[in-house]
């Protein structure tokens, strides 16, 4: 066992768990207290990663663009959530569901309008297109990095404002129970508005800060958004703390099974079996462990108070 | 008599209408829509190049093309298939991208007694025991390029190889290509899922751990475009050279060029290579569409060229399948790679070339051929098909 390896490989994992939680983050706002089923989220991720790189373009620095990206996210947010979805919280999953299926198709198109097919790059400035060796002998680009520090900043931010602020406490609140929050006057229309925004925002963050690693393309949000629910499902819906430590379960677990999984298989069956199989085994990994937790705990490993 | 002369000219008719009035029906199946319908778009520029140049008829009919898009899965390529067959009644089906998109559609093509014209993918099964008589190439068997680069590997004395491809039908053609050829050892082998695995940070990490003299990937289309992209950010390419079949293309070139300025890669095409009808192909191109063509294009120039050239020998009669197929066999046509000898599996028998990553006089980002690695090469699974 290559120890170094298997702690870059953990450093990977936590790297993609960090993304996983901005998303995951987002939708289990909107999930958990408007009990709405948002398949559309992976587009505002997309729409993120597309404004980061027009951003970038425009002011010449991707920092400017990324943080142009946060408020023209929430904006999208707030749009999207007063134009298209508004009305549908009194409908079923089933009606959310289809809506917000119309909204990737809608965002897809929109893309290929505005920005073609090709799909765009966001070029790092230098000092992130760097490594350091933080684990001797093994240089980590400093920009995957970053997204970890950025990813704990922005946890403990939500922290504060979910459990110090009279916003936080009505998104606990909203989570436990809607019905006795509307019946206190709270504005649950511009609450609603609020969290929408707030989680159109994490998305956008998400999408931004992938950008420069994947390239930003239409449909980028398709392959994480499955990975996402996951995350939320496992991690308990509604809940903040939940989705953040699954997410790094999840990311490390699909990482270092891609990593390793190969070489484990070749003790048992020829190595070019394994090499095919171990991709398949590994992404199987994360669904047999949600399967494994909604047997155990169907409500998910950390859920909000009041509704376990 | 009059009976005699009635059914000569009800069968002059029948056969007159056959011959000029009824238009050569194309179909061409490729991806339009999402990320991958860059390659889509430059395989149907291709296409749409050749037929401008035959002023759009073929043996004296005129030519009617038919595009549809697979959107990247081989159930929807296969339905589209299905509708050009059945519905459209077309004669020549081409186009065809992807390995898994073609398995599936295949059947439905040449046993309903049409002519498959593939014009980029070329899984193994099809070259061996699923070969079929209404199947053309116009590009090559997966296995090949793959295989040039392994030669390419053991001239330049790479011993230790680390290899990274998608896990799908060319993949692991291309893998087994290049483990064909090569000498040294393999010490490191990762399949990637596709088309979900974007991120190759982990793979990444294992290659650095490894220590290989060389890197091989094979990651068509944006796959190509992410993978290096994270290549060059992990610094790996001072310690770790890359080799590459089908990463990085024209349409990828303006995007990643200068990270991938003197890559290495074997192809059977470039746009420099040095025949009359290329330069008529690459210089049109360029004239109607202001940028490089890229492989994917310059096939389905062929596919087109091919087509026409035997609806010329049988004077636009397509309804003779035996003389369409045995013109196409004959291939009888000038194509960008110079004449196309066909193998029994209906597969070209070509050279193979090192390209390289080059700036032109302009300033754009093209390949450009190095030197030739194979010559006459023969795909590996012909003998297993009994044509």
Not at chain 1, 290 to 300: D, E, F, K, S, T
Not at chain 2, 251 to 267: D, I, K, N
Not at chain 2, 321 to 339: H, I, P, Y
């Amino acid at each position: 066992m290559n120890w170094l390896l298997l702690l870059e490989q953990v450093l990977n994992g936590f790297q993609l768990g960090m993304l996983l939680f901005l998303l995951a983050a987002g939708l289990t706002l909107v999930f958990g207290i408007m009990d709405f089923v948002n398949l559309a989220h992976g587009s505002l991720y997309m729409m993120g990663a597309f404004f980061c790189a027009t951003f970038s373009e425009w002011t010449n620095s991707f920092l400017f663009g990324a943080l142009l990206t946060i408020p023209a996210t929430f904006i999208l947010g707030v749009v999207v959530e007063m134009v298209a979805l508004r009305r549908l919280y009194s409908r079923n999953h089933l009606d959310q569901v289809l809506v917000t299926f119309g909204l990737i198709l809608f965002f897809n198109e929109l893309v290929r309008l505005i920005w073609g097919p090709v799909g765009l790059d966001i070029v790092l400035p230098d000092f992130l297109n760097r490594s350091v060796e933080i684990i001797p002998g093994v240089p980590y680009p400093i920009y995957r990095l970053a997204i970890i520090v950025l990813g704990l900043a922005v946890a403990l931010l939500l922290y504060w404002i979910i459990s110090k602020t009279r916003l936080g406490m009505l998104i606990r609140a909203g989570a436990s129970n809607r019905e006795m929050m509307g019946a206190l006057g709270i504005n649950v229309q511009l609450l609603f508005t609020l969290v929408f925004g707030l989680g159109a925002t994490l998305a956008g963050i998400a999408g931004l800060m992938a950008g420069p690693i994947l390239s930003v393309e239409i449909g980028m949000g398709r392959s994480i958004i499955i990975l996402t629910f996951v995350v939320i499902v496992i991690g308990g819906i509604g809940s903040i703390k939940g989705a953040f430590i699954a997410a790094i379960v999840v990311g490390i677990i699909d990482t270092v099974g891609r990593s390793f999984l190969p070489d484990i298989l070749k003790l048992m069956v020829s190595s070019d079996a394994a090499s095919t199989a171990a991709p398949a085994i590994s992404s199987m990994l994360i669904y047999f462990m949600m399967a494994l937790v909604l047997a155990i705990r169907p409500q998910g490993l950390f859920p909000p108070k009041g509704v376990a | 008599m009059f009976k005699k002369l009635a059914l000569a000219s009800v069968i002059a008719l029948a056969t007159s209408s056959v011959f000029a009035g009824e238009p050569i029906k194309i179909g061409f199946v490729t991806t339009l829509s999402t990320g991958a319908g860059v390659i889509g778009q430059d395989m149907r520029d291709g296409a749409e190049l050749a037929l401008d140049q035959l002023d759009r008829k073929m043996g004296g009919s005129d030519v009617t093309i038919i595009y549809e898009d697979d959107g990247f899965k081989p159930e929807i390529g296969k339905q589209k298939t299905d509708k050009l067959v059945k519905k459209d009644k077309v004669d020549f089906v081409s186009g065809y991208i992807w390995s898994h998109v073609l398995m599936a559609s295949y059947k439905k093509v040449v046993d309903n007694d049409v002519f498959l014209i593939g014009s980029n993918a070329g899984p193994s099964t099809i070259a061996g025991k699923r070969c079929h008589e209404n199947f053309f190439s116009t590009s090559w068997q997966n296995d090949q390029n793959a295989m040039a680069m392994g030669e390419v590997l053991n001239q330049r004395g790479i011993k230790r190889l680390y290899i990274m491809a998608p896990n799908y039908a060319a993949g692991k053609n291309m893998v087994a290509g290049v483990k064909r050829t090569f000498k040294g050892e393999v010490v490191g082998q990762d399949m990637t899922k596709f088309p979900a695995q974007l991120d190759f940070s982990a793979e990444l990490a294992k290659v650095r751990a490894a220590k290989p003299d060389a890197l091989w990937v094979f990651y068509p289309g944006k796959h190509g475009v992410q993978f290096l992209k994270q290549y060059s950010q992990s610094k790996l390419a001072k310690d770790v050279p890359l080799y590459n079949i089908f990463t990085i293309d024209n349409l990828s070139l303006p995007r990643v060029g200068e990270w991938a300025e003197g890559s290495l890669m074997t192809q059977f095409w470039a746009p420099n290579l040095d025949t009359p009808a290329n330069k008529r192909f690459v210089d049109g191109f360029k004239e109607k569409y202001d940028r490089y063509p890229s492989f994917y294009a310059a096939q389905s120039y062929d596919s087109m060229m091919l087509i026409d050239s035997a609806v010329r020998k049988v004077d636009g009669d397509v309804s003779d399948k035996d003389a369409v197929r045995a013109a196409l066999t004959e291939a009888d046509f000038e194509s960008v790679r110079g004449k196309i000898n066909y193998g029994n599996n209906h597969f070209p028998i070509q050279d193979f070339y090192l390209t390289k990553v080059i700036k032109d006089s302009d300033g754009v980002y093209t390949t450009e051929i190095v030197k030739k690695v194979l010559s006459n090469h023969q795909d590996p699974y012909a003998s297993k098909c009994k044509i």
